[in-house]
């Protein structure tokens, strides 16, 4: 069961499903001025999805030069005027298929539309070249089970991935149109994945059904008391749930029964 790139999205059942292309503004410039000093300053930042350029803004004010990549044709078109003299080039297209390969060093920050949460995570998780930093402001729940000490299939992949933080809490108040719920910024810092992909492609049958005991859904694997044997061995209850295990318990799990 190899695991490559586009088929997470599907395994991990993670958050974004829904295509809609209503956009949330933020215009508090105390904010945006704060989201683009957790990205860092210098050389390139890349955008994902500037809108009407509000964060753009700030974000021009600390890198040397910032890639916009945009999907609305007519923003895209229109971003370029707001910023006559600056170092900006506006990218007209899908972020999702946006390459990531550049010669340099560069951070990527964006306001990300909530439906594509998961296929963002798992692009700028997998690039070929790895971003130096990404900072997002997604939806606050996402944030809070990426961190959750109860992990999820979403949260082991980017804990796998990245050394993670969560920045400021941005209330839906803050947005025109204010959305449903609120938001928070995600600081990542993508490095090598700290386990493989068949250490991960077990964590993916673990989590075939998330409530159930994990001896259940790894029952096709060994018999309940070689799994009862084996998790008591790694310190791991035999009652255990898959969102009890962190990554280094997968880990050991993988190495006692693979």
Not at 104 to 118: D, F, H, L, R, W
Request: proline share 5%; aromatic share 6%; hydrophobic share 40%.
């Amino acid at each position: 069961m190899a695991v490559g790139r586009g088929q997470l999205i599907s395994g991990m059942h993670m958050v974004g499903t829904k295509k809609s292309l209503g956009q949330h503004w933020l215009k508090n410039r105390a904010i945006l001025d704060e989201i683009a000093r957790l990205a860092g300053e210098g050389g390139l930042c890349v955008e994902i999805g500037p809108g009407l350029g509000f964060l753009t803004s700030s974000l021009l004010k600390r890198f040397e030069r910032v890639i916009a990549v945009e999907y609305d044709e007519r923003l895209a078109e229109n971003l370029p005027k707001s910023f006559p003299g600056k170092n900006l080039t506006v990218e007209k297209g899908d972020f999702l298929e946006y390459n990531l390969d550049f010669d340099e060093k560069y951070v990527i920050a964006g306001n990300i539309p909530y439906y594509i949460t998961s296929p963002i995570l798992e692009k700028v998780l997998m690039a070929d070249k790895l971003a130096e930093k990404v900072v997002l402001l997604m939806q606050k729940e996402v944030v809070e089970r990426i961190l959750d000490e109860k992990e999820t299939v979403l949260s082991l992949f980017v804990k796998n991935r990245a050394e993670v933080a969560a920045g400021l809490v941005v209330t839906r108040e803050e947005f025109t149109p204010p959305p449903k719920v609120d938001s928070q910024v995600l600081v990542l810092e993508p490095h090598a994945p700290e386990v493989g992909e068949p250490v991960f492609e077990l964590i993916l049958r673990a989590f075939r059904a998330p409530r159930k005991k994990l001896i259940h859904n790894l029952s096709d694997l060994r018999s309940r008391e070689e799994l009862i044997q084996v998790l008591e061995k790694i310190g791991v209850s035999p009652l255990a749930r898959p969102g009890d295990l962190h990554l280094n318990n997968y880990y050991d799990l993988y190495c006692a029964i693979m």
